[in-house]
C-alpha cells in the first residue's frame, strides 16, 4: 500500500511568518499534488509535481511556492503567511492514472 | 476551468433510507472517481468509473457514470450510521484531478 506521511499535522503561526509544510511518500510515484479544503469549496489544487524538479501552479497558487528535490518529498512554502490561508492542507500521489491516494492532512491556523 | 457540482450540498436521513448524490459537469472527463472522507481524514477512493453508462456496486453502493461521460450519480440503500461522511466526486483529465465541493450525509440512528 501507498503511504504518505504529512509534517506537522497540526500549526498555528503568526502572519508574516514563513512557513513550510511537507508531505513524503513511502514509493517512487511520479505525481504528488498539494491540496487546501475549505468549506464550500473542497479540494482546489495549490500546485503539482510531475517528477523531480517539475512542478506546475494549481487554480490558487498565488502565495505558495513548492519544491521538490527528490521523489518523496514535496514541500509546500507560505513565504508569508496570511489569514486567508488558514486552511487544511492535503497532500496527494498519483497511485494509477485515475486514482489519488491522499494523507491525513494539515491543519494550519495564520493568527 | 472544468468544474464539477455535487448536489445536495448536505442531506440528513435516518437510518436504512435510501439516497442519490449527484455529480454533474458541463465537460467530458474520461473517469469519475468517487471518494468519501471522514472527519480528520484524507479522502479515500471508493469506485472509478470510466465508460459511459457504466454501472459499478459496491456492497450497499451503486455508482454510475452518464452516457456522456458529465455526471455520475451514487446511489445509497438502506443507508447505516456508518455511511456518514463527506462523498467527493473528481474527475481526471490529464495529469490532475477536479474534485467537486461534495456531499455531506449524516446518518442518523
Known amino acids: 500500500d501507498a503511504g504518505i506521511t504529512q509534517s506537522p499535522r497540526h500549526k498555528v503561526t503568526e502572519t508574516g511568518t514563513p512557513v513550510t509544510l511537507r508531505c513524503h511518500q513511502t514509493?517512487?510515484?511520479?505525481?504528488m499534488y498539494w491540496y487546501r479544503q475549505d468549506p464550500g469549496h473542497g479540494l482546489r489544487l495549490i500546485h503539482y509535481?510531475?517528477?523531480?524538479?517539475?512542478?506546475d501552479k494549481g487554480e490558487v497558487s498565488d502565495g505558495y511556492s513548492v519544491s521538490r528535490s527528490k521523489t518523496e518529498d514535496f514541500l509546500l512554502t507560505l513565504e508569508s503567511a496570511t489569514s486567508s490561508q488558514t486552511s487544511v492542507y492535503f497532500c496527494?500521489?498519483?497511485?494509477?492514472?485515475?486514482?489519488?491516494?491522499f494523507g491525513q492532512g494539515t491543519r494550519l491556523t495564520v493568527v | 476551468t472544468q468544474l464539477l457540482e455535487q448536489s445536495p450540498q448536505f442531506l440528513s436521513i435516518q437510518e436504512g433510507e435510501n439516497l442519490t448524490v449527484y455529480c454533474n459537469s458541463s465537460?467530458?472527463?474520461?473517469?469519475l472517481q468517487w471518494y468519501r472522507q471522514e472527519p480528520g481524514e484524507g479522502p479515500v477512493l471508493l469506485v472509478t468509473?470510466?465508460?459511459?453508462?457504466e454501472v459499478k456496486k459496491l456492497k450497499r453502493l451503486t455508482f454510475q457514470f452518464g452516457d456522456a461521460r458529465k455526471d455520475s450519480s451514487l446511489h445509497i440503500t438502506a443507508a447505516q450510521p456508518g455511511d456518514t461522511g463527506l462523498y467527493l466526486c473528481?474527475?481526471?483529465?490529464?495529469?490532475?484531478?477536479?474534485f467537486g465541493p461534495g456531499t455531506r450525509l449524516s446518518v442518523l440512528p
Open positions: 496527494a500521489i498519483r497511485t494509477r492514472e485515475t486514482e489519488a491516494f
Open positions: 514509493e517512487n510515484h511520479r505525481y
Open positions: 509535481s510531475y517528477g523531480v524538479k517539475d512542478t
Open positions: 465537460s467530458v472527463f474520461s473517469s
Open positions: 468509473v470510466v465508460t459511459g453508462g
Open positions: 473528481a474527475g481526471t483529465n490529464g495529469q490532475n484531478f477536479v
